[in-house]
């Protein structure tokens, strides 16, 4: 069924909407998947936070123009999903590498972060990114690091002291 003129612009403005907040930008080759595992990775892409849609590359090319994913445009060609990460930038990456683990029929084609088309193998860095939680806990890990240090070093004297008085005492006992 052909998109009416509006529905053409509906999915434009929609698509540049999302595209003017997102992260990163990954797509990908989706011929020969089935419907169910379409409707799959729609559902994990949901819960990751990653906008996932399949439509028409020249609508694309129109919805990409002026944002950081314009850099996709004379690459789009053949059938291709988008996924755009909305909250973490390696989130559509982490979605398309997970799903192509198990579907050799999704295969990654392009990925833009930063205004920059980047080869597909740039998908496996983008993908190994943490999480926004991950990061603040590794900052929140080196940030403490030095506290606990200084914490056992001003202890350390103490509680040499108390071994030390702990092993006169056993001596003395045991003579």
């Known amino acids: 069924m052909a998109l009416t003129l509006e529905q053409k612009k509906a999915v434009v403005a929609e698509v540049?909407?999302?595209a003017k907040t997102a992260h990163s930008a990954v797509a990908a080759e989706y011929r020969g998947l089935t419907v169910?595992?379409?409707t799959d990775l729609r559902r994990k892409a949901r819960n990751d936070g990653v906008y996932l849609r399949v439509t028409k590359n020249t609508l694309v090319r129109r919805a990409v123009e002026g944002t950081d994913f314009?850099?996709?445009s004379p690459e789009l060609s053949g059938p291709l999903l988008y996924a755009f990460s909305m909250e973490d930038p390696g989130a559509a990456a982490r979605l398309v590498k997970g799903f192509a683990k198990d579907h050799d029929k999704l295969v990654a084609r392009l990925v833009a972060i930063g205004a920059e088309l980047h080869d597909v193998s740039a998908l496996e860095r983008l993908a190994s990114l943490p999480t926004r939680d991950q990061a603040i806990s590794m900052l929140m890990?080196?940030?403490k690091a030095p506290i606990e240090k200084l914490a056992r070093t001003l202890a350390e004297p103490h509680a040499k002291l108390v071994r030390t008085v702990a092993a006169v005492r056993d001596s003395k006992q045991a003579a």
Do not use: F, L, P
């Open 16 to 18: 540049a909407e999302v």
């Open 36 to 38: 169910e595992q379409m």
């Open 70 to 72: 314009e850099c996709m």
């Open 141 to 143: 890990g080196v940030m």
